[in-house]
T-cell receptor, first 112, second 112 residues
Framework: ELKVEQNPLFLSMQEGKNYTIYCNYSTTSDRLYWYRQDPGKSLESLFVLLSNGAVKQEGRLMASLDTKARLSTLHITAAVHDLSATYFCAVSRRGSNYKLTFGKGTLLTVNP | DVKVTQSSRYLVKRTGEKVFLECVQDMDHENMFWYRQDPGLGLRLIYFSYDVKMKEKGDIPEGYSVSREKKERFSLILESASTNQTSMYLC???????????FGPGTRLTVT
């Protein structure tokens, strides 16, 4: 059974600081996704990571994937208040027509 | 832009009622999904459909059924709503080649 663990589950940080959210998964997978969810809203796709060593960046967010360690990271650089949201990683189940297993999410609060 | 719409944003139903949640996507995606989202539990897959009239149980199918009569429409049915089905329900769609899931705005269902 594929399990996806995120940590931390809650993250309170100051504007301007850097931090990393970690996503570990338990079995071999071929794709990893990061999503953002604002309060009361749906999920918005941030990144799709397809292969070992993949790195993608958008603004102050950078995601990477290490398939050998079964680990993805979402790095936040110089956080701003607008980044406050819940971030989910999700891993596709190999051979399953891309059904996803989600982590429980990291609630990020960026304080002024 | 991919658009996934859900029939209601908020719904209040009584215990024992039959409830229909509808989802429509406009990107000709083969795959469609129903999730429920609960605090502390993340997103859990209820049912999945990979083609018209085809469906697979997800991780928590008990108490739910689905219908997919047309490619663009995927319905979630609660045959006899119970209070433990109070939740946020999210629909998503994807193409098998991409895997990335696009989410609808969600339906917050309250069963009293």
């Amino acid at each position: 059974e594929l399990k996806v663990e995120q940590n931390p589950l809650f993250l309170s940080m100051q504007e301007g600081k850097n931090y990393t959210i970690y996503c570990n998964y338990s079995t071999t997978s071929d794709r990893l996704y990061w999503y953002r969810q604002d309060p009361g809203k749906s999920l918005e796709s941030l990144f799709v990571l397809l292969s070992n060593g993949a790195v993608k960046q958008e603004g102050r967010l950078m995601a990477s994937l290490d398939t050998k360690a079964r680990l993805s990271t979402l790095h936040i650089t110089a956080a701003v208040h607008d980044l406050s949201a819940t971030y989910f990683c999700a891993v596709s189940r190999r051979g399953s027509n891309y059904k996803l297993t989600f982590g429980k999410g990291t609630l990020l609060t960026v304080n002024p | 832009d991919v658009k996934v719409t859900q029939s209601s944003r908020y719904l209040v139903k009584r215990t024992g009622e039959k409830v229909f949640l509808e989802c429509v996507q406009d990107m000709d995606h083969e795959n469609m999904f129903w999730y429920r989202q609960d605090p502390g539990l993340g997103l859990r897959l209820i049912y999945f459909s990979y083609d018209v009239k085809m469906k697979e149980k997800g991780d928590i199918p008990e108490g739910y059924s689905v219908s997919r009569e047309k490619k663009e429409r995927f319905s979630l049915i609660l045959e006899s709503a119970s209070t433990n089905q109070t939740s946020m329900y999210l629909c998503a769609s994807s193409s098998p080649s991409e895997g990335e899931q696009y989410f609808g705005p969600g339906t917050r269902l309250t069963v009293t």
